[in-house]
């Protein structure tokens, strides 16, 4: 193939992935891209576990959000990694974190390039990006996803370049590059009104000087599979779209509805499929994320626009979009993490917010990342930039799991990372509780009623007439000693059920 | 004295409070001005508990923050509140939440306006609103605060207004009300890039079609004198200084810091007063209230400017500030709540927050509503708004309440309001726990060390160590069985202390 490193001076910094990681120092801080499975570098970071095998030692793993087993998997397993952030879901990793052996600092992913630039996490030593191609006046064509690329190429003091072949070249001019940011006192507006709005430049910039290393790679974004929607996806995306249709009735969202953001995994998917075939034409999207499903409706012209900051297609979607570029090119723009998932933009435009959740409790707190309220799961992700900021913030789970032994809903969530301010909706397949305007008394009942499964509905109105019942404040009624023994009762005896009624 | 109301068809409206308070229908959701303790309608609210007296019914009360007594008290004495949001501090309103009594909705005080406007409340019937005066051409001009004073005269089918006397004519011109907000998908963005900036207008417009009543009044905002500065709140304040002194040296903050956004009490006063007698000068403050301290600093030059929506003095403070009100006048800018909370803009500021709390737990997360998980104290105000968005966020409480026998520092909060996402800093009189770039365990250590109450230090190390011993998850180490026992004991025996070590 031809070379896509078209400038001399950094033509002349090739090398193998074994050499470019030999120049990463032990206790490094490293800066890599990545977002959801794609625009991770291939090679870097397998080379750097080989030579972690041979004498073992760690760096801190900074990242757009999560990456694939080549990135977090291999350093994991060698236990490479000392502190990482901001967001994972590589299920090695995520054992090393609930071990003990990783520091995780689960951030909010509009937040990390301010905290970097601030210096509130240290000196950023490399940056490791994956690029599509190199130009001849140095400008970097970017990959399948933008993450923090940005902001770990101008931080970080040295460079490394991974130039991906697979990475398909008719991207140039997808990204959307905003180099108006700046710290405060200097911040100015961010001018962006619609999501399909461009604001920025359509390469990353690079001072070639910092650059030590270029290395080629040829290897596809990691990308699963999506399954086809299940019953409990479908009910949930039903009761979505019942929701919506009143909303338009009753005047409070548009009949082109506001940008949608949507979470990653079969319950957004299942929501985008059923948006998909309704009556909707001509909205947009303004999200982290581009899955199948937005493609789709992006072909059938639901979607006009989408504004994300990665790709996260399954092999299918990924054949989909080389073999249709053309189409998709103008109707999808990447953008620096801190721009898809900026507060000042979701809150803007109003974006509406649906994310996956772990568990809400009867006065709607939400939980995106602990199990039992001690092991990590992922991480918040931007769930609480777009659950904060959006016009409406839709929070999905099926009702149970784990064969139905865990309940969804309970009396008091082990952890919050999206508080009772924060959280408009509850959905589950059971149905869907619109909390705006209940105080924290009446959104326990709606929620019981609504989104609680059956088999603990009783248990839950029992919890919630006993607090109600012990002469504790009414607020929000909860008994201490109870709160959290539904999750207790599931660690020592696999289940939440069977407890008293 | 010379009449106020110089419209002359509102001249024709003028009656008197009980005759305006008839005109509101039981049941109704009224929106009245008032935030902590300023510019609260003095009349009609009486009026309308008499009435209530009478013949019992219910309103529902909306405000921009907390009031008084004249308003949320007597209201609340007689029963007369169904649903109250967004804030409140009233000790009988707080009671008759606690008792389920009020359908208590506790909300980012940034948000309310839009919510509004959205309908997710319903409809507002009638507004009441005090104003200083009524111009000739029907404009109004503010009085001591303006919280959601536009969007309730824009959204309401009736408005009251009360013209006050007692408020100072020579505010004209220090209110700065922006006309610019619109929902989504019409919003622009808000071009304010500095504290000090005007981007709006002097006055309120009102629709003098629907101004069913003007009620005049002549009586003081509330106001409650401040207490010197206790040896706790000195040590927290001196904390804080040494912390932005160190921030300064490492390049982290610039010698002017950023925009203050300072919460109410008297330690936010002690911080003030610490900094006013501190090496700084031309600082400037992006905050909800205007306190005693900020005066002093804009008297004594260490603060430029200062933007507020609400003036929140001791009688002493309301007294200096008419003497010099000529001063005081070009440096104290008042704007509607949704601007002086609003996440867009206090990103771009940078603001630094600082702002009390209840209770924070050993990871970091923060209450600052629930008093034992169930009594509700005042409500989360502008804590969340500020704390999100800003460069910093501090919190900051004695390291024991109720003669030490409650632990501020807790393996658990007992309810979250700011996540582990959002809180930066923690501080006690003990110390103060710098949270940036720390895993949860990190922060565990820092936190019992640097601000738990010597007294607790061991138990919470103890507990730390066997939550890390359990086998659980290691992210965030719990014993779910006994994370909340420390609140339990506290509600069973009086005291935190003399549980297990
Ligand atoms: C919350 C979240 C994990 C749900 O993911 P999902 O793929 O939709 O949900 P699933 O139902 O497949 O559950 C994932 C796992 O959590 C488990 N789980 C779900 N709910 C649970 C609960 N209440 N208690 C214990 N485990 C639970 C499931 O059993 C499953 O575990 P397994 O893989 O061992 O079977 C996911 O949405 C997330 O990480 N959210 C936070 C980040 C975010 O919101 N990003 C959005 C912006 S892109
Ligand atoms: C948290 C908050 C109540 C602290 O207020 P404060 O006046 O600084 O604190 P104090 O130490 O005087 O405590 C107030 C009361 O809470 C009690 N209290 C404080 N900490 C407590 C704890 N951990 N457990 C139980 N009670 C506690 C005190 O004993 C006191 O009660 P009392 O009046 O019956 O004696 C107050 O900051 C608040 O309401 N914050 C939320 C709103 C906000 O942040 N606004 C900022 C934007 S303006």
Redesign the interface.
Known sequence: AKSRINNPLLATRIMSAAQAAALIKPGATVGMSGFTGSGYPKAVPAALAERMKASPFKINVLTGASTAPELDGLLAAVDGIA?RLPFQSDPICRQR????HI??????LSEVSQ?VW?????KLNVAVIEVSAIREDGLLIPSSSIGNNKTWLEQAEHIILEVNYQQNLRMEGMHDIYYGTA???Q?????L??AGQRIGEQYLRCDLNKVIAVVETDSADRNTAFKAPDDDSRRIAEHILNFFEREIE???L?KTL??IQSGVGNIPNAVLEALDSGPYKNLSAYTEVIQDGMLTMLKSGTLTMASATAFSLSPAGIAEFNANIELYRDKIILRQQDISNH??VA????VIATNGMIEADIYG?VNST???????MNG?GGS?DFA??G?LSIFMSPSTAKQGHISAIVPMV?????????V?VIVTEQGLADL????P??RALTIIDNCAHPDFREALHDYFAR??ASG???????L??E???W??RY?SSGSMRSGRK
Do not use: W
Not at 436 to 439: A, C, H, K
């Open positions: 502190t974190i609930n071990d003990g520091d995780y600092i689960d951030c909010h905290y601030s210096g509130f996490f240290g710290l405060p006192p911040r100015k507006p961010i001018m009104t619609e009753a005047g409070r548009p506001l940008p507060p000042e809150r803007r435009l109003g707190n602990h199990i039992m309220g001690t092991r990590m918040i609480g904060r900021n016009y082990s952890h919050v990372d999206n508080t009772e301010h924060d408009k705006r305007g209940l105080s008394r009446q607090a109600c504790r404040g009414m607020h929000t009624p909860h201490l000693n709160a959290l023994s999750h207790e660690e």
